[in-house]
């Protein structure tokens, strides 16, 4: 069974607005897909336990990574460390740099009553997992919008540069009229289906 796991942002969770779109458009659309959102938490050496978790308990092909911002950084991560293709949403690049500013502050979950107090030690577990180099191009599809008001797309075009890309103007961090661009995520994923369920 084809599985998509959508990996959320950064003080974020299953609520977020883009993982119940993508939940309800494939039960729809795909409903022969598994859909996976596990909350994460804002801890990251927590966050890469569940996934770790989660896909040691699948098999190794016809799992397909989706992740939004931070998400994006751990779909990249699990990308390269098991080699499944993964679409990137406005993702977060090298965000231990970013989240400099934010050790010491308590921090709320947009969705959640949950806070977190980033440490120096959550820093150096992002950096550990920061990949430098993409060692198959042809797995990821980035999407960025140049209005994101949260992350510099820039960076991400430039990481990823060799990948397929797709770079709209405007826009902002929530990545506008994402439900629109589900078919082609979705036609994208099914290029790395085993035979037996392509359609």
Not at 51 to 76: C, H, I, K, N, Q
Request: overall charge negative; charged content about 25%; proline content about 6%.
């Amino acid at each position: 069974m084809p599985t998509l796991i959508y990996i959320h942002g950064f003080l974020s969770s299953p609520k977020s607005a883009k993982a119940q779109i993508t939940h309800d458009w494939l039960r729809y659309h795909r409903p022969e897909w598994r859909f996976e959102c596990p909350y994460l938490s804002s801890h990251p050496a927590q966050a890469r336990a569940v996934l770790e978790s989660l896909l040691d308990g699948m098999p190794e092909r016809d799992v397909f990574l989706l992740g939004s911002s931070l998400g994006g950084f751990w779909a990249t991560y699990f990308a390269e460390q098991r080699g499944l293709p993964a679409v990137l949403v406005n993702p977060a690049v090298s965000p231990q740099r970013r989240f400099q500013e934010l050790v010491g502050q308590t921090l709320k979950n947009y969705h959640t009553a949950e806070t977190c107090l980033l440490t120096v030690d959550d820093l150096a577990e992002l950096e550990a997992c920061d990949t430098d180099q993409l060692h198959n191009p042809d797995l990821y599809w980035l999407m960025v919008q140049k209005g994101d008001e949260t992350l510099d797309y820039r960076d991400a075009v430039e990481k990823y540069k060799g990948c397929r890309q797709t770079v709209e103007a405007g826009g902002s961090h929530a990545f506008e009229s994402y439900e629109g661009w589900l078919p082609d995520i979705a036609g994208f994923f099914e290029e790395f289906l085993l035979p037996d369920w392509r359609q």
